[in-house]
């Protein structure tokens, strides 16, 4: 990772190695002028459509070509990981590896959330053995942990008598949903986040009135447990293109963007920085030009929709069963969607959108030209991509 490094003009003494293949790096937070590029998609089936995989594509192509870049991504969550979505490391020969490194706990970051989570759980329950000074009546507030575990999600805490707390309903989230993760993600600096945790709502008082971490007195040690997990992560792609992994909050509940930190960490150390933001452009995309350009003072140059044949024909009702085949009445239904993400992009928000179809084997020259045509009508260049099969080469 230090041979990564350097091409960021990083040496040796400015890492804390992870092993041989991942480092935490020091925060860089100052203004810069590097080109910022979004990465979003359309609607995606339940498999995701590769926008990361055509992000790491795109960052490998540009490296290919001498630019100096790096790429600002989300870490994955072990409950994905071990679903029907996967890990988060892209695919074929557009991968962040070694994957099983990334994948697999990586730097400890979502257990340093997790713990510091579950220690304002432990702290509301310890508040209300030791006769509830606060007079929480309602708790908002749930344990976490990195796992799909469906069982966890409404369960029964304080079953053992006295000594084992008060018994109440309570649940987990998954450690990605934590209110943690999105805040560490949102944070400038450790002071910042320690503003940011201690403003939580956790709790209502038999008053109806608001209680926060600040009441419960922890938000010190909740973030003292993230003094590392604050600092973005070093990793590189298969082409050993660099790339900061840090954060991960899903974009239905959160903003589903990698932190403020990684980012504009990147756009200090690389001229270009390709960035993704979680699940369709009207979610992740929105989110990330509405809450983090405000928070972090930053803007893309341009965005990258990503699309497929597949997803499209899955958005025109085709068979779920024959997603794969041939169906030009599905796709000419579904297009309507790209349209829809096109203008969303180009036309309310004013980006530059650049449409990049994630081609596929089974995908056919007739369905492939309908989709060119449509976006060029809409006077928008559509790039095929096949970087999962060809690498950087497939994205140039």
């Known amino acids: 990772i230090s041979k990564v490094a350097a091409r960021l003009g990083l040496n040796e003494d ?16 100052e203004p810069s002028k590097s080109k910022l590029i979004l990465v979003t998609a359309t609607n995606p089936t339940p498999y995701g459509e590769g926008k990361t995989t055509m992000s790491i594509g795109l960052a490998d192509a540009l490296n290919s070509l001498n630019k100096k870049v790096c790429l600002a991504l989300r870490e994955p969550s072990l409950g994905p990981v071990f679903g029907i979505k996967g890990g988060a490391a892209g695919g074929g020969y557009s991968q962040l590896a070694p994957m099983e490194d990334l994948n697999l706990h990586f730097t400890g970051d979502f257990h340093a959330i997790t713990s510091a989570n579950n220690l304002i759980s432990a702290m509301i329950d310890n508040s209300l053995y030791q006769e509830n000074p606060l007079k929480i009546e309602k708790i908002l507030w749930k344990r976490c942990m990195d796992m799909n575990d469906r069982a966890l999600r ?17 649940g987990f989230n998954i450690t990605a949903a934590s209110e943690i993760m999105a805040v560490l993600c949102l944070a400038t600096s450790l002071s910042d986040l320690k503003e940011r945790v201690a403003n939580i709502m956790v ?18 040690a909740v973030c003292i447990l993230l003094k590392d997990a604050i600092k973005p992560n070093l990793f590189q792609t298969l ?3 660099p790339t900061l992994v840090h954060g991960g909050p899903f974009a239905n509940i959160a903003h589903g963007c990698n932190s403020v930190i990684a980012t504009k960490t990147a756009l200090n150390l690389a001229d270009y920085v390709i960035t ?61 969607n790209l349209g829809g993400h096109i203008e969303n992009l180009k036309v309310k928000f004013g980006q530059n959108v650049v449409v990049a179809l994630n081609k596929f084997g089974f995908d056919t020259d007739e369905e492939i030209n309908f989709v060119k045509e449509y976006c060029r009508e809409l006077g928008v260049e559509v790039a095929v991509c096949e970087n999962f099969v060809k690498g950087g080469k497939g994205a140039l």
Do not use: W
Request: glycine letters at 10%.
């Open 154 to 170: 409404f369960i029964t805490v304080g079953q053992g008598g006295r000594t084992d707390g008060v018994p109440r309903e309570d």
């Open 239 to 241: 082409e050993h293109t």
């Open 276 to 336: 993704e933001a979680g699940f369709g452009s009207e979610l992740g995309a929105e989110k990330f030009l509405d809450i983090k350009c405000r928070i972090a003072d930053i803007k893309p140059s341009a965005v990258v929709l990503v699309s497929t044949i597949r997803s499209l024909k899955y958005n025109g009702e085709a068979n779920k069963d024959e997603i794969t085949k041939p169906d030009m009445n599905a796709l000419k239904k579904g297009i309507e």
């Open 14 to 29: 400015e890492l804390e190695l992870y092993g041989k293949f991942k480092a935490k790096i020091s925060p860089r937070l």
């Open 203 to 220: 709790a209502y008082d038999s008053d109806k009135k608001p209680i926060y971490v600040r009441d419960l007195g922890c938000e010190d």
